[in-house]
């Protein structure tokens, strides 16, 4: 399975952007899937999820109101919507495959990484 993350750049504070993250292959049909991020001199950190049936998604409390996760079957992407960006949202984005059927907050239940996209917000 690969994943290819696109969609980062550098906007203003208060601004959107719409992440996606294509798999090569079906997959995730059954496994959930999820956003990570990595602010620079951070720890990775949990953004979103959002299980196999594409129902129940869960946020990270610092996006909770401005970023909606969602998926396409047909295309096989998962998305990140993020409004209202603020400058502390910088960070390398990184898309995952769950291991199971839901969506999960702790990055030992993914299987499987995308390279990365990086978004910048400036102030």
């Known amino acids: 399975v690969q994943l290819q993350a696109s969609g980062g750049g550098l906007v203003q504070a208060g601004n959107s952007l719409r992440l996606s993250c294509a798999a090569s292959?079906?997959?995730?049909?059954?496994?959930?899937l999820g956003w990570f991020r990595r602010a620079p001199g951070k720890e990775r950190e949990f953004v979103a999820s959002i299980d196999w049936r594409g129902e129940r998604t869960n946020y990270a409390d610092s996006v909770k109101g401005r970023f909606s996760i969602t998926r396409d079957y047909a295309s096989n992407t998962v998305y990140l919507q993020m409004n209202s960006l603020k400058p502390e949202d910088t960070a390398v984005y990184y898309c995952?495959?769950?291991?199971?059927?839901?969506?999960?907050?702790?990055?030992?239940?993914?299987?499987?990484w995308g390279q990365g996209t990086l978004v910048t917000v400036s102030s």
């Open positions: 292959r079906r997959t995730g049909s059954n496994n959930g």
């Open positions: 995952a495959v769950s291991r199971y059927s839901s969506g999960s907050s702790s990055a030992e239940n993914y299987n499987y």
